[in-house]
Protein backbone atom coordinates (compact mmCIF):
# COMPACT_ATOMS: atom_id res chain seq x y z
CA UNK A 1 0.00 0.00 0.00
CA UNK A 2 1.16 3.59 -0.61
CA UNK A 3 1.95 5.26 2.88
CA UNK A 4 1.04 9.12 2.08
CA UNK A 5 2.91 11.32 5.12
CA UNK A 6 1.52 14.79 5.52
CA UNK A 7 3.76 17.82 7.60
CA UNK A 8 3.32 19.33 9.92
CA UNK A 9 0.34 17.47 11.47
CA UNK A 10 -0.86 21.37 12.54
CA UNK A 11 0.42 24.70 12.26
CA UNK A 12 -0.20 28.37 13.22
CA UNK A 13 -0.92 31.38 11.19
CA UNK A 14 -2.18 35.00 10.56
CA UNK A 15 -4.63 36.05 8.35
CA UNK A 16 -2.88 37.13 5.48
CA UNK A 17 0.08 34.75 5.73
CA UNK A 18 1.79 32.49 2.98
CA UNK A 19 0.40 28.61 4.38
CA UNK A 20 2.47 25.53 2.58
CA UNK A 21 1.75 22.40 3.34
CA UNK A 22 3.75 19.28 2.01
CA UNK A 23 2.56 15.65 1.48
CA UNK A 24 5.01 12.66 0.32
CA UNK A 25 3.93 9.25 -1.05
CA UNK A 26 6.10 6.30 -0.26
CA UNK A 27 6.61 5.74 -3.96
CA UNK A 28 5.61 7.35 -7.03
CA UNK A 29 2.76 8.31 -7.38
CA UNK A 30 2.90 10.55 -10.66
CA UNK A 31 0.61 13.20 -10.43
CA UNK A 32 -1.72 11.35 -8.91
CA UNK A 33 -2.69 13.54 -5.52
CA UNK A 34 -5.54 14.94 -4.79
CA UNK A 35 -6.25 17.63 -1.78
CA UNK A 36 -9.48 17.88 0.28
CA UNK A 37 -10.32 21.08 2.70
CA UNK A 38 -12.29 19.66 6.24
CA UNK A 39 -13.93 22.21 8.66
CA UNK A 40 -14.90 21.07 11.76
CA UNK A 41 -18.43 19.50 12.32
CA UNK A 42 -18.23 19.50 8.51
CA UNK A 43 -18.10 17.32 5.25
CA UNK A 44 -14.75 17.33 3.56
CA UNK A 45 -14.52 19.47 0.28
CA UNK A 46 -12.50 18.47 -3.43
CA UNK A 47 -9.75 21.37 -3.66
CA UNK A 48 -7.60 20.03 -6.20
CA UNK A 49 -7.37 16.86 -8.19
CA UNK A 50 -3.86 15.71 -10.49
CA UNK A 51 -1.92 18.03 -7.91
CA UNK A 52 -2.39 21.22 -9.80
CA UNK A 53 -6.01 21.36 -11.04
CA UNK A 54 -8.37 23.37 -8.94
CA UNK A 55 -11.67 22.56 -8.35
CA UNK A 56 -14.85 25.02 -9.96
CA UNK A 57 -15.31 27.33 -6.86
CA UNK A 58 -11.61 26.76 -5.34
CA UNK A 59 -10.30 30.65 -4.89
CA UNK A 60 -7.39 31.10 -6.66
CA UNK A 61 -5.56 31.30 -3.58
CA UNK A 62 -5.20 27.97 -3.46
CA UNK A 63 -2.75 26.25 -5.55
CA UNK A 64 -1.03 22.32 -5.45
CA UNK A 65 2.18 21.72 -6.89
CA UNK A 66 4.28 18.15 -7.49
CA UNK A 67 5.13 15.05 -9.06
CA UNK A 68 6.42 12.22 -8.39
CA UNK A 69 6.75 11.41 -4.39
CA UNK A 70 6.85 15.34 -3.23
CA UNK A 71 3.38 17.73 -3.24
CA UNK A 72 2.67 20.76 -2.25
CA UNK A 73 -0.24 22.78 -1.38
CA UNK A 74 -0.03 26.29 -0.77
CA UNK A 75 -2.38 28.96 0.54
CA UNK A 76 -1.00 32.49 -1.04
CA UNK A 77 -2.63 34.73 1.63
CA UNK A 78 -4.48 32.71 4.36
CA UNK A 79 -8.23 33.78 5.19
CA UNK A 80 -10.15 33.38 7.95
CA UNK A 81 -12.17 31.10 5.97
CA UNK A 82 -8.93 28.97 5.58
CA UNK A 83 -8.78 27.77 8.98
CA UNK A 84 -9.43 23.71 8.59
CA UNK A 85 -7.77 20.34 7.90
CA UNK A 86 -6.44 19.84 4.85
CA UNK A 87 -6.10 15.95 3.63
CA UNK A 88 -4.12 14.62 0.32
CA UNK A 89 -4.90 11.54 -0.99
CA UNK A 90 -3.10 9.31 -3.85
CA UNK A 91 -5.60 8.14 -6.66
CA UNK A 92 -2.48 5.86 -8.32
CA UNK A 93 -3.38 2.37 -6.94
CA UNK A 94 -5.76 0.82 -4.93
CA UNK A 95 -6.33 0.76 -2.35
CA UNK A 96 -6.42 4.78 -2.41
CA UNK A 97 -5.02 6.49 1.04
CA UNK A 98 -5.15 9.50 2.79
CA UNK A 99 -2.35 11.68 4.59
CA UNK A 100 -2.78 12.30 8.24
CA UNK A 101 -4.28 15.69 7.88
CA UNK A 102 -2.84 19.32 8.46
CA UNK A 103 -4.92 21.21 11.22
CA UNK A 104 -4.59 25.15 10.55
CA UNK A 105 -5.38 27.00 12.93
CA UNK A 106 -5.35 30.74 14.25
CA UNK A 107 -2.04 32.43 15.59
CA UNK B 1 -27.51 19.44 -7.18
CA UNK B 2 -25.74 16.06 -6.11
CA UNK B 3 -27.55 14.65 -2.97
CA UNK B 4 -26.48 11.54 -0.90
CA UNK B 5 -27.64 10.50 1.95
CA UNK B 6 -26.90 7.55 3.84
CA UNK B 7 -28.87 5.72 6.23
CA UNK B 8 -28.29 2.55 8.25
CA UNK B 9 -26.02 3.75 11.06
CA UNK B 10 -26.42 2.75 14.52
CA UNK B 11 -25.03 0.97 17.57
CA UNK B 12 -23.59 -2.74 16.80
CA UNK B 13 -22.03 -5.07 19.53
CA UNK B 14 -18.76 -6.32 18.19
CA UNK B 15 -19.02 -9.22 15.75
CA UNK B 16 -22.31 -7.98 14.60
CA UNK B 17 -23.30 -6.52 11.17
CA UNK B 18 -24.50 -3.78 9.50
CA UNK B 19 -26.01 -2.48 6.26
CA UNK B 20 -25.43 1.32 5.34
CA UNK B 21 -27.49 2.37 1.93
CA UNK B 22 -26.84 5.86 0.34
CA UNK B 23 -29.23 7.03 -1.82
CA UNK B 24 -28.09 9.28 -4.69
CA UNK B 25 -29.83 11.91 -6.84
CA UNK B 26 -29.02 14.84 -9.08
CA UNK B 27 -26.63 12.82 -11.53
CA UNK B 28 -26.63 9.71 -13.29
CA UNK B 29 -25.61 7.06 -10.94
CA UNK B 30 -24.24 4.16 -13.64
CA UNK B 31 -22.18 7.07 -14.85
CA UNK B 32 -19.88 7.21 -11.93
CA UNK B 33 -17.50 4.78 -9.20
CA UNK B 34 -19.22 5.39 -5.48
CA UNK B 35 -16.72 5.18 -2.13
CA UNK B 36 -17.45 4.85 1.18
CA UNK B 37 -14.90 7.02 3.57
CA UNK B 38 -14.69 6.38 6.78
CA UNK B 39 -13.67 9.08 9.90
CA UNK B 40 -13.26 7.63 13.81
CA UNK B 41 -13.96 9.93 16.73
CA UNK B 42 -11.58 12.77 16.11
CA UNK B 43 -9.37 11.28 13.56
CA UNK B 44 -8.26 11.61 9.49
CA UNK B 45 -10.04 10.19 6.56
CA UNK B 46 -9.88 6.00 5.64
CA UNK B 47 -10.59 5.08 2.49
CA UNK B 48 -12.96 1.95 2.94
CA UNK B 49 -14.04 0.40 -0.48
CA UNK B 50 -14.61 1.60 -3.71
CA UNK B 51 -16.98 0.06 -6.36
CA UNK B 52 -16.91 1.03 -10.67
CA UNK B 53 -19.89 2.89 -12.39
CA UNK B 54 -20.97 -0.74 -13.47
CA UNK B 55 -20.48 -2.62 -10.24
CA UNK B 56 -18.27 -4.76 -12.11
CA UNK B 57 -14.79 -3.93 -10.31
CA UNK B 58 -14.93 -3.64 -6.51
CA UNK B 59 -12.02 -2.31 -3.77
CA UNK B 60 -11.21 -2.59 -0.78
CA UNK B 61 -9.09 -1.71 1.94
CA UNK B 62 -6.84 -4.15 3.78
CA UNK B 63 -8.74 -3.42 7.29
CA UNK B 64 -11.83 -4.08 6.12
CA UNK B 65 -11.10 -6.84 3.00
CA UNK B 66 -12.69 -9.91 3.80
CA UNK B 67 -15.64 -8.23 6.34
CA UNK B 68 -17.26 -5.35 4.20
CA UNK B 69 -19.11 -5.86 1.18
CA UNK B 70 -19.93 -2.80 -1.19
CA UNK B 71 -22.45 -2.92 -4.07
CA UNK B 72 -24.36 -0.77 -5.68
CA UNK B 73 -28.35 -0.87 -7.97
CA UNK B 74 -27.75 1.90 -10.19
CA UNK B 75 -31.38 1.14 -10.99
CA UNK B 76 -32.27 3.04 -7.43
CA UNK B 77 -29.27 4.94 -7.41
CA UNK B 78 -28.60 3.49 -4.65
CA UNK B 79 -24.80 2.28 -3.05
CA UNK B 80 -24.77 -0.07 -0.10
CA UNK B 81 -21.79 -1.28 2.34
CA UNK B 82 -22.44 -4.80 4.51
CA UNK B 83 -20.49 -4.87 7.53
CA UNK B 84 -20.08 -7.87 9.09
CA UNK B 85 -17.78 -9.24 12.20
CA UNK B 86 -17.85 -5.29 13.25
CA UNK B 87 -14.73 -4.68 15.35
CA UNK B 88 -14.51 -1.48 18.08
CA UNK B 89 -12.06 0.05 15.46
CA UNK B 90 -14.65 0.18 12.61
CA UNK B 91 -16.48 2.93 14.49
CA UNK B 92 -16.53 5.86 12.59
CA UNK B 93 -18.81 8.06 10.55
CA UNK B 94 -19.14 6.60 7.59
CA UNK B 95 -19.58 9.20 4.02
CA UNK B 96 -20.74 8.20 0.87
CA UNK B 97 -18.60 9.73 -1.71
CA UNK B 98 -18.97 10.12 -5.71
CA UNK B 99 -15.99 9.67 -7.53
CA UNK B 100 -14.94 12.09 -10.60
CA UNK B 101 -14.74 9.50 -13.22
CA UNK B 102 -16.78 5.79 -13.91
CA UNK B 103 -13.58 4.04 -12.77
CA UNK B 104 -11.55 3.22 -9.70
CA UNK B 105 -8.22 2.85 -11.67
CA UNK B 106 -5.82 5.64 -12.13
CA UNK B 107 -7.15 9.42 -11.04
CA UNK B 108 -10.14 8.10 -8.26
CA UNK B 109 -11.12 11.42 -6.78
CA UNK B 110 -14.35 12.41 -4.72
CA UNK B 111 -15.90 15.23 -5.68
CA UNK B 112 -19.55 14.85 -3.57
CA UNK B 113 -19.81 13.84 -0.14
CA UNK B 114 -22.73 13.00 2.21
CA UNK B 115 -23.66 14.27 5.37
CA UNK B 116 -22.58 10.18 6.74
CA UNK B 117 -23.62 8.14 9.14
CA UNK B 118 -22.42 6.91 12.41
CA UNK B 119 -21.73 3.75 12.97
CA UNK B 120 -21.00 2.91 17.08
CA UNK B 121 -19.33 -0.68 17.35
CA UNK B 122 -19.73 -1.05 21.15
CA UNK B 123 -21.04 -4.11 23.72
Known amino acids: DIEMTQSPSSLSASVGDRVTITCRAS??????LNWYQQKPGKVPKFLIS???TLQSGVPSRFSGSGSGTDFTLIISSLQPEDFATYYC?????????FGGGTKVEIK | EVQLLESGGGLVQPGGSLRLSCAGS????????MSWVRQAPGKGLEWVSG????????YYADSVKGRFTISRDNSKSTLFLQMNSLRAEDTAVYYC????????????????WGQGTLVTVSS
Open chain 2, 97 to 112: VKGQRSTMVRGASFDD
Open chain 2, 26 to 33: GFVSSSYA
Open chain 2, 51 to 58: ISANGGAT
Open chain 1, 27 to 32: QSISNY
Open chain 1, 50 to 52: AAS
Open chain 1, 89 to 97: QQSYSNPIT
